[in-house]
């Protein structure tokens, strides 16, 4: 089967036919900082990679397809499901069981990049966690959630707001789009919080304080404090635990991100090596090919190849 790459950019208006070749029919609707996307196909297709300009968040309204993204196993992506993903992240789609009696309908808004970013300043200097620690960011290790009430009740009173014919609706779309966001990080740090292994469970608190915070510095005390051990204890029960030193784990963790950021054609290696927590070049650089076995620049080449 032949393999479809589309781009849907932020803020195409309702006459872009690029999107009218992946779905059967588009519906669209603009507010000032979220485009709000209603997708309905009815042909069996599939190896389509799509990518969008902005913050995705989708929900399946009816029907199934499969994703595949971030070199992990393709899942099977169902009604009342949120698919959560950061800006340029290209997803690989099926459409495996559709035809013209049972089409598949999905939800997908796309949120300005930049209006996420003030948000998230909004909330960190307004509203800061305990001691200024526990921060707001979203967690893109976190991506697929099943049957979040909240999250799907939100996604589907913006579609209401986009129809509405009323002059204050992007006032409305607003305040909606900022609770969706606060849902959303508290889905992301739950749920991180329910997959932690059992065996790893002490650490739970640790793993989501370093996910959180993986663009800035960490301080070894404050995970300490975070698990609630002196510096020693910590660091031996950690290695048993995940066969890593809490350091080996950081960079890890910062290492899957910065492939994940370089999936983005419209990003420097520059700016992933800052964007992922590291804050020296040549350092990521060789961090990266010891962790990968090859630099990002060739990382980002072989990526090309198959986007």
């Known amino acids: 089967m032949n393999q479809q790459h589309i781009l849907i950019p932020f803020g195409t208006g309702s006459n872009d036919h690029t999107a009218e070749t992946l779905v059967e029919h588009r519906k669209l609707y603009n507010l000032e900082y979220c485009e709000v996307n209603i997708f309905e196909t009815n042909e069996q297709c599939g190896n389509l990679d799509l990518r969008y300009n902005g913050l995705v968040i989708s ?16 899942f099977d992506f169902l009604p009342g499901e949120t698919l959560i993903l950061p800006e340029g992240m290209p997803i690989n789609v099926d459409f495996p069981d559709v035809d013209k009696k049972h089409p598949v309908q999905c939800a997908t808004l796309v949120i300005d990049w930049n209006k996420v970013t003030k948000t998230l300043e909004f909330l960190n200097n307004t509203y800061p966690g305990e001691n200024g620690e526990e921060r707001w960011n979203l967690n893109f290790t976190q991506y697929h959630f099943h049957n979040n009430r909240e999250l799907t009740g939100l996604i589907h009173k913006l579609i209401a707001i986009s129809m509405e014919d009323n002059v204050n609706k992007d006032v409305l779309a607003d305040i909606t789009l900022t609770e969706l966001l606060i849902r959303t990080i508290q889905a992301q740090k739950s749920q991180l919080s329910n997959n932690v292994k059992v065996d790893t469970s002490r650490f739970a608190a640790v793993v989501n304080y ?16 975070e698990a609630c051990m002196s510096k020693t204890n910590f660091f031996r029960t950690f290695k048993e635990a995940f066969g890593l030193s809490p350091v080996e784990f950081i960079i890890r963790e910062r290492i899957g991100l910065a492939k994940m950021l370089l999936k983005n054609p419209a990003i420097n290696i520059s700016e992933v090596c800052f964007q992922s927590g590291f804050n020296n070049l040549n350092y990521f650089i060789r961090l990266f090919k010891r962790s990968e076995g090859i630099t990002p620049g060739l990382y980002l080449k072989r990526l090309s190849l198959v986007m």
Do not use: A, D, P
């Open 210 to 225: 370093i996910r959180t915070h993986l663009t800035e510095q960490i301080n070894i005390n404050s995970l300490c404090n």
């Open 59 to 74: 929900s399946m309204l009816r029907g199934k397809k499969t994703v595949g993204m971030l070199n992990q196993s393709r």
